[in-house]
């Protein structure tokens, strides 16, 4: 029997990463599934996105880079934040470190900022990964559970999960994954200042910022006055929005000082994110206005396929609750209008698979098994087949 390092002994691998993986095998293996499990773009990465990787490895940048990423990328991304929030100063591209993905750059903040005996407070429903990469901090996740069912909490839920000491940080994510929640500039200010009074960390991961439903672009940290923020980290990247999530690449943004700790981290593990990607996204971050309008296709799709799951729901389970999302791409359904017989959330998702063939994400892989989620990311006919076949499994 191996003896684990106590850093992995109870390390649990991705539940919407797993879930997906067999349901991607029942179906090679011939069974009838539709999946909509996967947090992931169904859009192929947009052509010129695509041709400057191609041209980057043509044109020999295959090399090491910097750990923090390549000067020109670093600032791209600090230019483009300073589109997403014009009110603002000038975004530092030193205080940018570019990742193997949103997921690494993450992991880095956790890593840099929390260790044992700290304390980081997690709104439920969270992203699977967030608990995770707490305990391999060696800190200690604590769940918080907003008074609503959307994720979003207040600075007087953050009292109570808070009382008994010792916080260091907390993780926010808005647009949320899985409920599409989105906070208000005011909600996230609220936040904030509860944080800097406590001297915690707040880290915002805003990878979905791009995909919101409302008139142009979800609420940021980076609204925010700059004075509010000496404590605070956001991460994106170019995953969701411009369909690029096997290239791998985020990034964080915080204050300088942390930046060149992150970056020195990062050096000692992954050393830098893929040099052609990087030139990839360089491209995407640099994209002029007949480039952008590839992403805004992309942007009208998911409103379109949010309208049209909403109504499918409307008229086909009419009695099935959900919340109907703000931002990014997910329904979270409520279980007690789909369950038979007691079922828990678990037990629900085992049965759609195995009688109508939809594969769905259990609540409690989020932390709330009072739900399931449907990842609409996929055509409006998938989506049209998929919830058709429901019905017949909740009547």
């Known amino acids: 029997m191996i003896h684990f390092s106590p850093n992995i002994a109870k390390l649990q691998p991705s539940a919407t990463i797993s879930l997906s993986s067999r349901v ?4 090679s293996a011939g069974h009838d599934i539709i999946n909509l499990t996967a947090g992931e773009p169904d859009f192929p990465t947009p052509s010129f996105i695509a041709d400057a990787g191609v041209r980057a490895i043509r044109e020999g940048r295959t090399r090491y880079t910097p750990s923090a990423g390549v000067p020109e990328l670093r600032a791209a991304i600090a230019t483009d934040l300073s589109r997403l929030s014009p009110h603002q100063p000038a975004f530092d591209p030193a205080s940018i470190v570019v990742s193997a993905g949103a997921k690494e750059a993450l992991f880095n903040a956790c890593f840099s900022l929390f260790g044992p005996g700290d304390r980081v407070l997690i709104p439920v429903p969270y992203w699977t990964t967030y608990p995770e990469q707490i305990a391999l901090a060696r800190a ?6 907003p008074g609503g069912e959307n994720g979003k909490v207040t600075p007087e839920d953050l009292d109570r999960a808070a009382a008994s000491g010792g916080v260091k940080g907390i993780i926010l994510n808005s647009p949320g994954n899985p409920t599409g929640a989105v906070y208000s500039l005011e909600e996230l200010e609220a936040i904030v200042r509860w944080a800097n009074a406590r001297n915690a960390w707040v880290i915002s991961d805003e990878i979905y910022r791009r995909i919101y439903h409302g008139d142009r672009l979800a609420p940021g940290l980076l609204d925010l006055d700059p004075a509010l923020l000496e404590r605070s980290v956001v991460i994106d990247g170019a995953s969701k929005s411009f369909a690029m999530t096997g290239w791998r ?9 942390l930046a060149t700790k992150i970056s020195a981290l990062q050096s000692q593990t992954t050393s830098h994110p893929s040099a052609p990607s990087q030139y990839a996204a360089l491209a995407a971050y640099c994209a002029g206005e007949e480039q952008m309008r590839e992403y805004r296709t992309m942007s009208s799709a998911f409103e379109r396929r949010r309208a049209h799951v ?3 729901f409307r008229e086909l389970l009419p009695g099935v609750r959900f919340l109907e999302p703000e931002g990014a791409f997910y329904l979270w359904i409520a279980v007690d209008g789909m369950a038979r017989n ?3 959330d678990i037990a629900l998702c085992e049965r759609l698979i195995e009688t109508v063939g939809v594969a769905l994400v259990p609540g409690s892989a989020f932390g709330d098994e009072r739900f399931v989620r449907l990842s609409y990311a996929c055509s409006e006919d998938t989506l049209e087949r998929a919830v058709e076949r429901l019905p017949e499994a909740v009547a």
């Open 249 to 257: 690449i985020g990034f964080s943004y915080s204050p300088l000082e």
């Open 140 to 145: 200690e996740p604590v769940f918080v559970n």
């Open 342 to 344: 007691g079922e828990n």
């Open 24 to 27: 991607k095998e029942l179906i």
């Open 310 to 312: 909403v109504r499918l």
